[in-house]
């Protein structure tokens, strides 16, 4: 069955599987290196740009990622063929990181001003944030709540090929909006075309709100913009020879 998929969706699914197997259960201190951090976090290197998406934090994040991406890639694969399925998959990737950072920016930056403000030497806060020279969770017992927060933000991985996936199935729904789906949570069938707002809706919804902590709900907003901006534009121009 495995064989039947074709090779970009396949050799997608085998890579994270072999990341994940190699940095969850051989190497862990892989998580520090290839996991992506705020990009002026002392922490940040450029590669994890890139290498953040074939990062997971456990089985049941790499499951339904992998399982996403096996029930839409396909498709898409034979519909925009390898060069394009595979420009989508990565460029939604990098947009999940830019609209997750871009809100980041904005987190962060709120804090730094009153912590500067309050006086606080933030300097301290970003050389403290470094994992490699300073324990993780050194400002733990800290009673300056700002500065936590600060720290945290600093010190928080990025990992996870939702962005990438959310683009793919953005672009599904744009290409095959009619396209009647079935999901766990949802007790009827429903069309492609609905699934899209909704995932955008209630995943600002939970950025805004700070529920469901632990996910990046933004990252999955810019991995879905760019999948249905791309698959909108290339949509006018798929069946022009056929």
Do not use: C
């Not at 051989?26 to 996991?35: A, E, K, R």
């Not at 890139?50 to 990622?65: A, E, K, Q, S, V």
């Not at 050194?138 to 990992?159: H, R």
């Amino acid at each position: 069955m495995f064989n039947n998929i074709p090779p970009i969706t396949r050799n997608i699914i085998i890579i994270n599987i072999v990341v994940f197997i190699i940095s969850y259960l051989i190497y862990p201190q892989l998580y520090n290196t290839l996991s992506a951090y705020y990009p002026l976090s002392p922490n940040f290197k450029s590669w994890q740009i890139i290498t953040h998406m074939f990062m997971h934090g456990g089985f049941m994040h790499i499951l339904f990622n992998m399982l996403t991406l096996w029930s839409f890639g396909p498709v898409l694969e034979q519909t925009l063929g390898e060069k394009k399925y595979l420009i989508l998959y990565f460029v939604s990737g990098l947009g999940a990181f830019v609209l997750f950072n871009l809100w980041n920016f904005y987190e962060i930056q709120q804090i730094t001003t009153q912590l500067v403000e309050a006086k606080v030497n933030v300097a301290e806060i970003y050389m403290k944030a470094d994992i490699n020279n300073f324990p993780y969770d050194v400002y733990a017992n800290s009673s300056n709540e700002l500065s936590k927060e600060l720290y945290y933000g600093l010190v928080s991985k990025m990992l996870g090929a939702s962005g990438a996936v959310f683009g793919v199935v953005a672009a599904f729904a744009t290409l095959y909006p009619d396209t009647k789906l079935i999901f766990m949570f949802i007790p009827f069938p429903i069309k492609a075309k609905y699934i899209l707002p909704i995932i955008i809706i209630a995943s600002v919804y939970l950025g805004f709100s700070g529920n469901v902590g632990g996910i990046a709900h933004f990252a999955h907003v810019g991995g879905a913009l760019v999948g249905f901006l791309l698959a909108r534009s290339w949509k006018k121009h798929l069946y022009r020879f056929h």
